[in-house]
């Protein structure tokens, strides 16, 4: 895990992964923050974000930096912008 991230400009430059991982039904899931380029405002607090369980949809509150260092990109979950969401950054 990755400590005292500042804001989302930060983990891009440091090409981070989001972890959210689902109280409810305990799926872990990796994003790369590189998929979130332009819709999330720079200077955003990620953590304080809503986040979404992909699987359930329930709302996570868990949600941490983590460094991609030696994770197989195949392990990734691919992120893709609803099409009602507007690049803005
Ligand atoms: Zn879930």
Redo the contacts with the bound molecule.
Sequence with gaps: MVQRIRDFAEALRKDLGIVVK?E??A?CVTYRCLDFRGYINPHAYVEDLTWR?S??R?PSTWVRFASLHGVDRQNLAQWRPPPWLKRRW
């Design positions: 689902c409810a039904c799926k369980c699987w359930c329930t």
